[in-house]
């Protein structure tokens, strides 16, 4: 057995419920590019990588460097799929995977990743 566990991923009532908010709302928030979702499992359900969301002072929230690199990536012709799997590879000049980054903060050191797969 692995012992290293994939995280589960979410749909989009959980996200809702971690959020509190509407469904719509958090559709609004795929819309608006503040999360990528892409369609996993038997049913090909929307599914949204639990590391998109953080904890601040208690409240959960998208994390909000998410939304500039979404909109680098699609500017580079990454498609949602493409996108969520680019964020989730080890990337060799970072590191770390582009979404550990995100979260640690490190958005200037993946936006320039980005720019570089654009040229």
């Not at 994939?6 to 749909?11: D, I, K, N, R, V």
């Not at 503040?34 to 359900?45: D, I, Q, Y």
């Not at 953080?54 to 493409?82: C, H, M, W, Y």
């Amino acid at each position: 057995m692995n012992s290293i566990q994939e995280p589960q991923w979410l749909s989009i009532p959980e996200v809702a419920d971690l959020l509190s908010l509407r469904q719509r709302d958090v559709r609004s928030l795929l819309a608006e590019k503040k999360l990528v979702a892409v369609r996993r499992g038997s049913n090909k359900a929307l599914s949204i990588h639990p590391d998109q969301i953080v904890v601040n002072e208690g409240v959960a929230q998208p994390l909000k460097s998410l939304r500039g690199t979404l909109i680098a990536l699609s500017d580079a012709g990454f498609s949602d799929d493409e996108a969520m799997d680019w964020l989730l590879r080890d990337e060799p000049e970072l590191g770390k995977t582009p979404l550990e980054c995100l979260r640690t903060g490190n958005v200037h050191a993946v936006r320039r990743v980005i720019t570089g797969l654009i040229f």
